[in-house]
């Protein structure tokens, strides 16, 4: 199945013995437009109901990034703090919809983070990563900040490292600092080691038993019960935050060193 999205897409493809593979891809380095969002938090709604499906991979296209984070181009385009919060949301729908998801969610991670692309690999039950999978959060830079991916995030690396990647904006993490603070379950110096640790744990979590995963997941995720409207205030206070002047100002001077 393959949701086409201006440029860009969703795809879903079930592949034997219960493993369903969700993939993304954007040109503009695997960023997420409000529809790839909206596609994505439905796709995984919808693996998570079915029988079908044991375990979820997602993953994005190609070699680059695995995800720029927010859409700049739609970013500039917002003009009110409705139109904000709607686009913010939209990470919010992703990340609950992974929280909620009864089956485990292994991320393949085999390029850069930045931002909610971060709040992806967190919200993710298992990432396995590549070597040079750095990381960064660089809403502060904005005029933003991490709001709505920032509970995933402080869920999976702690406070500290949190806040170490929300204060010091500019800086890249490196893939190793990542999976030390816990963010990369695994890190692997090849693709093809990447690529067969994914599909070696996804081949055990499908044929272990199905009400023995959704209660393990509901013990990872203990705690969280208030994000529907923890996310939904967070995805407000972005809404605000991007039709501010210095914001506008600091996305026109980013789009001009694109």
Request: net charge neutral; aromatic share 6%.
């Amino acid at each position: 199945m393959l949701h086409e999205i201006q440029e860009g897409y969703v795809k879903v493809e079930a592949q034997s013995g219960g493993i369903t593979v969700i993939e993304f891809f954007h040109p503009q380095g695997n960023s997420l437009p409000a529809a790839i969002l909206n596609e994505l938090a439905q796709e995984i709604h919808s693996a998570g109901l079915q029988n079908e499906t044991k375990v979820i991979i997602l993953r994005s296209a190609g070699s680059g990034a695995f995800c720029a984070g927010a859409s700049f181009t739609e970013l500039r385009a917002i003009t009110t703090a409705e139109e904000g919060k709607k686009f913010f949301s939209g990470f919010a729908h992703v990340i609950n919809a992974m929280r909620k998801c009864p089956k485990l969610i292994i991320a393949r991670v085999q390029g850069k983070c930045v931002g909610g692309g971060v709040g992806l690999a967190a919200a993710a039950d298992y990432a396995i990563a590549l070597e040079g999978a750095d990381i960064k959060l660089s809403e502060l830079s904005i005029g933003l900040g991490p709001f709505v991916v920032g509970p995933a995030i402080q869920r999976k690396l702690g406070l500290s490292a949190f806040s170490q990647l929300a204060i010091d904006a500019a800086t890249w993490r490196p893939a190793d600092w990542a999976r030390r603070k816990g963010l990369f379950a695994e890190l692997h110096p090849n693709a093809e080691d990447m690529d067969e640790s994914v599909q070696r744990l996804a081949n055990e979590l499908a044929h272990a038993h199905p009400e023995a995963i959704a209660e393990i997941k509901k013990v990872l995720w203990e705690g969280t019960e208030n994000w529907e409207e923890l996310l939904q205030r967070r995805a407000a206070t972005s809404g605000v935050l991007v039709i501010s002047s210095y914001t506008k100002a600091a996305l026109e001077k980013r789009k001009k060193k694109e």
